[in-house]
């Protein structure tokens, strides 16, 4: 089944990325243990957050799929622009778009549950809505060379605010200490008053979705646009390969960049943080984020694999259903109570990690339902 009028390798990128969430990560820390590493071997780590800095492969889930939402806008304005849709009614259908992933965010949250249960707004999908709505309306409102200096001046600034200005109420604290940083007072000044703050650190809670770490997101957002802007508009003018060329060297300076942020400047030196959504980490992750993108593009778009990423493409249709189906519909019970007696003939490392294969497979199977019934969950 080959779906007319899109970039098929975002559809593949974005499963690739959904795969984790939908229980990779917890499988490869399950195979880890299984086979007699530490569960803080280096692999392991890699499928879990730093508490506060840092840099670690799960990092990048998140900001991917901010990425691959603005790398998909270009190709959707235009669309619409060549349909004979107004200014009007493209900004409409952003903040439609943008409500609609407040809500679910909201949804996800239990919002709607247990009164008792505080509520907050900081959810992975408003951020996913903001940032992309935001990028978006800078996309139809400004050329290119402008929004290349407003994500400059978003990530300057940022840099800028953090070192030079620290919590008014810990006057003394590193300004990249969860005491001192100026984006964690911010939140737990305005935020903490009527949303509920993520747990933070043992030291101090602050809110992993924040607002100043929202406004630097919105970069990634951009990013993913700039990059989809230029195939769009080199598509047939030059050769795929170039095309990829070009992009993998984009990631270079992106990485190079973010990287003499991170560690080339002294006291002024911004860390890897996902937590703050530092610039540097915004460079690096968006760094990774264009060379995932040129492989994938180069592989199925250019070289024409697509159907040897179906198994992707499934679950990248369908990736905020998946996000949403597995807290809300408990999905991991329904896999114990499918597979809990086979996984008893296995010893528990490794029932463990045949819980998690199915638990993957159970996820998959409902996703390839949909897609083969043509049931798509679009925002």
Not at 165 to 172: I, L
Not at 252 to 271: Q, R
């Amino acid at each position: 089944m080959k779906l007319a009028g899109r970039l098929e390798s975002l559809d593949a990128l974005r499963g690739f990325d959904m795969l984790f969430i939908m229980g990779f990560a917890t499988f490869v820390v399950k195979v880890c243990e299984a086979l007699g590493f530490a569960p803080d071997c280096w692999l392991a780590q890699q499928m879990h957050h730093p508490e506060w800095l840092g840099l670690t492969h799960h990092d990048t889930i998140f900001p991917l799929f901010i990425f691959i939402a603005g790398a998909a806008f270009p190709f959707s304005y235009v669309k619409q622009r060549e349909n004979g849709v107004s200014t009007v009614r493209v900004l409409w259908k952003i903040f439609r778009r943008l409500m609609v992933l407040v809500l679910l965010g909201m949804v996800y949250e239990r919002f709607f549950g247990a009164a008792a249960r505080p509520f907050r707004f900081g959810s992975v999908l408003a951020r996913i809505g903001i940032a992309g709505a935001v990028a978006s309306v800078l996309y139809v409102f400004f050329r290119v060379r402008t929004r290349v200096a407003i994500a400059v001046a978003i990530l300057v600034g940022y840099w800028g605010l953090t070192v030079f200005m620290g919590a008014p109420d810990h006057p003394g604290a590193s300004h990249f200490s969860p005491e001192g940083n100026i984006a964690v007072y911010v939140d737990r000044t305005f935020l903490s008053t009527w949303s509920r703050l993520s747990p933070g650190t043992a030291a101090l809670p602050f809110d992993n979705q924040g607002l100043l770490s929202t406004v630097a997101a919105v970069v990634t957002a951009m990013l993913g646009m700039f990059t989809g802007e230029y195939v769009r508009a080199t598509r047939g003018r030059i050769s795929g390969d170039r095309q990829t060329a070009i992009l993998l060297a984009a990631a270079a300076m992106l990485a190079v960049s973010g990287c003499a942020i991170a560690w080339c400047f002294g006291n002024y030196s911004f860390p890897f943080s996902k937590v703050l959504w530092s610039p540097s980490f915004t460079l690096v992750v968006g760094a990774y984020s264009v060379a995932a993108f040129a492989v994938f593009y180069w592989l199925i778009d250019v070289r024409g694999v697509w159907r040897r990423t179906m198994f992707f493409r499934v679950i990248g249709l369908n990736a905020i259903t998946i996000y949403l189906a597995q807290p809300l519909f408990s999905l991991s019970t329904l896999n114990a109570n499918l597979f809990g007696r086979l996984a008893g003939w296995f010893t528990p490392a490794w029932e463990a990690v045949f819980l998690g294969a199915t638990y993957m497979l159970v996820c998959w199977l409902l996703l390839y339902v949909m897609y083969r019934k043509n049931i798509f969950l679009k925002v």
